[in-house]
T-cell receptor
Framework: KNEVEQSPQNLTAQEGEFITINCSYS?????LHWLQQHPGGGIVSLFM???GKKKHGRLIATINIQEKHSSLHITASHPRDSAVYIC???????????FGKGTTLSVSS | EPEVTQTPSHQVTQMGQEVILRCVPI?????FYWYRQILGQKVEFLVS????????KSEIFDDQFSVERPDGSNFTLKIRSTKLEDSAMYFC???????????FGPGTRLTVL
């Protein structure tokens, strides 16, 4: 069974700071998901990546398949980035996602 | 933009009652999922569904739970006899392909009294 660990658990930043959230997993996977959960509870898919790097606006996700590690970076953070960021990986059959506990990010102005 | 919808947004029920949570997945998606999140805890997988069959279910998904695709658009989760510990946010998700990107609905908050 794949174990997904995220760090840090909580993160406080000032507006404009560069943010890094880390995710490691124990069993090799085909792809990794980064998701954002808003304070109201809704979950939004940010990235699904299987190698290298993906960028969307101020968000960058990287993955190192050999080291079983991924990072989510936010450049020029803004208060509206405040949310829980969750890393998730598929089970071996690809029929379910296994979630990390999430990183709670709070950005103040 | 297509989205997954869920109804109701909030359901309050008495312990022992049956509840049905409804989801409308994105129309061209073939894989459907239910997840739950107990307050303050991580999201947990319940069940996945493809081609009118359960593909995978977790240990949480016991005989009290069932899923159904009663027509071409709805995907439902039924809890037969609710317990206090079933109180959680329930998320439906869908994906186009196996192990593809999953799109989540807004969730149904279930409160069991």
């Amino acid at each position: 069974k794949n174990e997904v660990e995220q760090s840090p658990q909580n993160l406080t930043a000032q507006e404009g700071e560069f943010i890094t959230i880390n995710c490691s997993y124990s069993v090799g996977i085909s792809a990794l998901h980064w998701l954002q959960q808003h304070p109201g509870g809704g979950i939004v898919s940010l990235f699904m990546l299987s190698s290298g790097k993906k960028k969307h606006g101020r968000l960058i996700a990287t993955i190192n398949i050999q080291e079983k590690h991924s990072s989510l970076h936010i450049t020029a953070s803004h208060p509206r980035d405040s949310a829980v960021y969750i890393c998730a990986v598929p089970n071996q059959a690809g029929t379910a996602l296994i979630f990390g506990k999430g990183t709670t990010l709070s950005v103040s102005s | 933009e297509p989205e997954v919808t869920q109804t109701p947004s909030h359901q309050v029920t008495q312990m022992g009652q049956e509840v049905i949570l409804r989801c409308v997945p994105i129309s061209n998606h073939l894989y459907f999922y239910w997840y739950r999140q107990i307050l303050g805890q991580k999201v947990e997988f319940l069940v996945s569904f493809y081609n009118n069959e359960i593909s995978e279910k977790s240990e949480i998904f016991d005989d009290q739970f069932s899923v159904e695709r009663p027509d071409g658009s709805n995907f439902t989760l039924k809890i037969r006899s609710t317990k206090l510990e079933d109180s959680a946010m329930y998320f439906c998700a869908s994906s186009e392909g196996l192990a593809g990107e999953q799109f989540f609905g807004p969730g149904t908050r279930l409160t069991v009294l």
